[in-house]
């Protein structure tokens, strides 16, 4: 380590203003004026992330999501294109906050090399790239320099959407290797994804033009060059598309803001029966919806796409007979799992359970904690209700479907879907593009329209709220975000609420991306939900 370089580097990096960074479920994000130091440190964390992987590449993605377009953020992808571990989170934490000086930056290095006992002698490779925000460039800038101050090699991608930088670098990582996932470029990404659908939908009648909405963001360039490869295979119509003008992102559109707000973008005429999707400032998550004749609006978000998925891939598995090899030398039928959070609706949990009786398993909310627990299974479905997330197939699982062959044309008709799904479905993290596909190859699939499957099962009303608390960190979530220990005594309060209500359900969690505290209800009618939210909002505040 050479901290004569370090310092050296660190002075045009200076942090200054006394804000306190915190490595959150999302990485850092902030207003991106304050992020300038915070790059600088992360550069030197993912070199020393990449020694201790001997010199496996790690990525770093700069992004603030579907969040307003004078934030920005950073997080570090793991070699295999997952989130960055906990343990490391708190280094992250530390590093960002020691850029006040060079003796405490060069203390924490050192005392991060010392508790991991990382070789300084290994390389470090790191792939960077951004979302369209207007401060982004600058950023990667900064976090050039921290790499470069520890002797890292860094490659800038430019412009990507989330899921294609953790695409590239697990593509990097397993090249050579029995699970190699691909050429990491942006043009293999697409031809991967676009192979894969046009496979699995051969033959089918086509379904009618999905609108996409682009959130004025990443994906609505990468949606142009996907749909290039996607030919006659797909059709679509794309809207919010402006990545140039300022203020546009995500401003009344995207995935979030149709979730949250029930509502079609602004930016899109939907006729009623129309087929409409918006994907989110980073292109990692998706939700779709339509409005009925009497202009009802209906969204298809992330629970349904899971349902939606798990259904088919269970179809597909029973008709294609698959068995799959276990450590006993045993071989027993594919076990598919479901992953969600305490955000889905209490109905798809029921059908889930009852209807298509798959297990489901409850983790924290942020897609580390569902990615782990998906990998329990052959298959394992997660999706966070807000549209993020994707599917996992297990190596013995892919290799139940390589080998099997099928005794009917209908059995090898379905191991030849799923072996196209293992291809289709971006298994390094949840991608707005591929989910997009993969819902549209069951639908053309299974010939159903968004009705059809939006009436797989009924949500209960919910609404969801946030308060501003004056110390978020009083709120400590237990049984996966279900339940508050702390502040004392208040989980027995709306407990208390939630049990005047018929299907009343109520929890409270401090956001890990924004200052506030998220309140979320559901009951049977829409007018309990509203009084049973707000009525936990008052208590809260
Ligand atoms: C982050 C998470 C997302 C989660 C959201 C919750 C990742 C990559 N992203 O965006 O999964 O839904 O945070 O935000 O993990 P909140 O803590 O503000 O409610
Ligand atoms: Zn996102």
Known sequence: MDSSKISAALSAHLHTNGTVFQYGTAGFRMDATLLDPVMFSVGLLAVLRSKSHKGKTIGVMVTASHNPEKDNGVKLVEPLGEMLVQSWESYATKLANATTSADAILAVLDSI????????????????????????????????????????HIKDYGLFTTPQLHYVVRCINTAGTASAYGEPTEEAY???????????????????????DGANGIGAPAMEKLGKYLGDSFSYQLVNKDIDSRGKLNFDSGADFVKIKQTKP???????GQRACSLDGDADRIVFYFIEQDNTFRLLDGDKIATLAADFIMDLASSAEILVQRDDGSRTPL??????????????????KDTLKVPVVFTPTGVKHLHHAAEAFDV?????????????????????????????PAAAKSIEALRCLTDLINQAVGDALSDMLLVEAVLTYQQKSFSKWNSDYTDLPSRQEKVKVANRGDFVPIKADTELSHPLGLQGKINEE?????????????????????????????DETDRLCYTVCGIVF
């Open 266 to 272: 602004l930016g899109m005429d939907l006729a009623p």
């Open 335 to 352: 076990q598919v799992g479901l992953v969600q959070t305490a955000y889905a609706n209490g109905s798809s949990t029921a059908y889930v």
């Open 190 to 212: 697409y031809e991967k994804l676009a192979n894969a659908f046009k496979k699995i939908t051969d033959g089918y009648p086509r379904l009618s033009p999905l609108l996409i």
């Open 498 to 526: 939630v049990a005047k209500f018929s299907k009343g359900r109520c929890f409270v969690r401090p956001s890990g991306t924004e200052d506030i505290v998220r309140v979320y209800a559901e009951a049977a009618t829409r």
């Open 380 to 408: 394992g479905v997660y999706f966070e209700a807000n549209g993020h997330g994707t599917v996992l197939f297990s190596p013995a699982a892919i290799h139940a479907f390589k080998s099997s062959t099928g005794s009917t």
């Open 113 to 152: 090399v010392k508790a991991e006992s990382i070789d300084l002698s290994q390389p470090a490779h790191i792939v960077v790239a951004r979302d369209t925000r207007p401060s982004g460039q600058a950023l990667v800038a900064s976090l050039i320099d921290g790499v470069q101050a520890l002797g890292g």
